[in-house]
């Protein structure tokens, strides 16, 4: 496996991660990702709801949306990371299965004054991301992400709801390529607020590269690995647009 993209920046990598994040972190080195969840039957199930089909213009592979198998959580748990979907994935993440209590508890996570409880009776671990929508839309309108070491935990208020983006100042809004694709803004500031003193940014499961388009935002170095070589293709794209203009969308 060889980068597609190399530059003082970063690079971005096309293939399987694993190799790669098992050979463990060097000085500076975190993580932050966003990796499949497995929205199938499993959680459509769990959540005694039917499973919603997207009805978009993305590309989506087959497996686009397949949970990785153990083995990549457990290389990806020597490292500091940030994980979204951390309710889901939980049990990967920690290396111990969770009590149906818990479980039960994500799974009763409904509304955002639901997350906000559960955000002031779990005071380390756990970032949300509150995406700022009203009610009547039917997307979710939060997400949860799971720090694996002791961190106070903190919500984020981003509007990301369609064509209502938070970051107005620009003359654009920030294009998307990925369903689970997350703005840079947030992810921007994660970095900054979880890892002051990072160096480099590593995202195994890139999709669309804007953990990539953050970490420049914060000065940071990037690793960005994707197995679809439609999408690594598409960040090492984003990413060169990005520098090309000089500035980010």
């Known amino acids: ?21 098992s050979r463990g972190p060097r ?10 969840w497995g929205h199938g039957k499993e ?10 089909e997207y009805k978009i213009n993305y590309y989506l592979p087959e497996t686009w949306n397949e949970v990785p198998e153990w ?11 940030v994980c979204f979907g951390g309710n889901y994935l939980i ?23 639901d997350v906000r409880k559960f955000h002031s009776e779990n005071p380390s671990h756990w970032i949300i991301w509150d995406k700022d929508r009203p009610e009547s839309v039917k997307f979710s309108s939060y997400e949860l992400a799971f720090t694996n070491f002791p961190f106070e935990s903190k ?48 995202d195994p499961f890139a999709g669309s590269g804007s953990t990539g388009l953050a970490a420049i935002r914060t000065g940071r170095r990037f690793i960005l690995i994707e197995k679809d070589e439609y999408y690594a293709y598409c960040s090492k794209y984003r990413i060169e647009e990005h520098l090309r203009q000089g500035r980010l969308f």
């Not at 000085?27 to 499949?36: H, Q």
């Not at 959680?43 to 919603?52: E, P, V």
């Not at 049990?91 to 004054?113: A, H, P, S």
Request: charged share 30%; net charge positive.
């Open 71 to 81: 083995e990549y959580f457990y290389a990806m748990r020597r490292y500091k990371f």
């Open 27 to 36: 000085l500076g080195e975190v993580i932050v990702t966003d990796p499949p």
């Open 91 to 113: 049990d990967m993440l920690t290396g111990r299965e969770l009590c149906v209590n818990n479980r039960k508890k994500f799974d009763e996570l409904g509304t955002i004054g």
């Open 43 to 52: 959680i459509a199930a769990r959540r005694g709801g039917r499973l919603r």
């Open 155 to 202: 919500m984020y208020k981003y509007r990301w709801n369609g064509a209502y983006q938070e970051e107005p100042r620009h003359d654009r809004k920030e294009e998307k390529f990925h369903p689970a694709q997350k703005p840079v803004g947030l992810l921007a500031g994660i970095i900054r607020d979880i890892f002051p003193y990072c160096e480099v940014v590593i």
């Open 1 to 21: 496996m060889r980068p597609i993209y190399d530059s003082e920046h970063g690079q971005v990598w096309h293939g399987d991660c694993i190799e790669f994040i």
